[in-house]
């Protein structure tokens, strides 16, 4: 089972509270989609600057690996106060920790409730992963 402590997107992103921001990132599951279990499959991230406001569901990156593409799509709506710059030089990390050192943009939110996210149950589910 994935972390409790978080919330999540059907396409593969998590959501963590923090204080009054949020943290985004994706999860392992993605992570394994996107690499085959290779993190030198994993080639590019665009994240966005600080500053730029985002809607709930809107994309606000992309990341790459040799076979693939995926948008990155915004759990909640808010502006970015951090990116993770580490990631977009590293993505070995995001690779190795997806949960915590591989998180990849901080927002401050418009709301906080998240509702109409999965939780970590919802999402195990959703990606056919629950315990029985």
Known sequence: MRPDDRHYLPSHE??????????FGITDFAVEELSHGNEDD???????????????????????????????N?????????????IEDHLQVLAKDPWDKGWLIRVKPDDTSMSHLLNAEG????VGEADE
Do not use: H, M
Not at 14 to 23: F, M
Not at 42 to 70: H, M, N, W
Not at 74 to 86: D, F, I, L, R, Y
């Open 123 to 126: 999402y195990d589910a959703s």
């Open 14 to 23: 998590w959501v963590k509270t923090d204080g009054e921001t949020v943290v």
């Open 74 to 86: 915004s759990p909640v709506a808010g502006e970015v106060v951090e990116v993770n710059k580490v």
């Open 42 to 72: 994993l080639v590019y991230c665009d994240l966005p600057e600080p500053g730029r406001k985002l809607t709930q569901g809107e994309t606000f990156g992309e990341i790459e690996s040799v076979k693939a593409v995926a948008d990155l």
